[in-house]
């Protein structure tokens, strides 16, 4: 029992590391826009995102390969998700019957 709530616990990290990393990532690129230093934002941030995300993951893993794995699997899945919750929202479709055909109708 004690391996197992160890195991979701590097989930869990990882999943909160992989959170931080691509919500850096995605706060980073929407600062860039109004930015007068792009390339200084950019730097900045990937060095700060990987050195949070390296050094959290060594901590986890504490020289266990399964740790380690849980981790990366969690953070691969807080990509999937930050992806998901930042997107932006579709324009709504009008459905006119002309637009809901999918070819010309020949007359």
Same mark, same amino acid.
């Given at each position: 029992?004690?391996?197992?709530?160890?195991?979701?616990?590097?989930?869990?990290?990882?999943? @909160? /590391?992989?959170?931080?990393?691509?919500?850096?990532?995605?706060?980073?690129?929407?600062?860039?826009?109004?930015?007068?230093?792009? @390339?200084?934002?950019?730097?900045?941030?990937?060095? /700060?995102?990987? @050195?949070?995300?390296?050094?959290?993951?060594?901590?986890?893993?504490?020289?266990?390969?399964?740790?380690?794995?849980?981790? /990366?699997?969690?953070?691969?899945?807080?990509?999937?998700?930050?992806?998901?919750?930042?997107?932006?929202?579709?324009?709504?479709?009008?459905?006119?019957?002309?637009?809901?055909?999918?070819?010309?109708?020949?007359?």
């Amino acid at each position: 029992m004690n391996d197992l709530l160890t195991w979701l616990l590097a989930w869990v990290a990882g999943a @909160a /590391l992989g959170t931080i990393f691509y919500g850096g990532l995605w706060w980073t690129v929407r600062k860039l826009v109004a930015s007068g230093q792009p @390339a200084l934002w950019v730097f900045g941030s990937l060095l /700060l995102r990987m @050195a949070i995300a390296l050094t959290g993951m060594y901590f986890v893993a504490g020289g266990h390969w399964q740790r380690l794995l849980l981790c /990366l699997l969690g953070f691969a899945m807080a990509r999937l998700a930050v992806t998901r919750l930042t997107r932006e929202p579709a324009p709504p479709r009008s459905e006119s019957p002309e637009e809901a055909a999918h070819a010309p109708q020949s007359r």
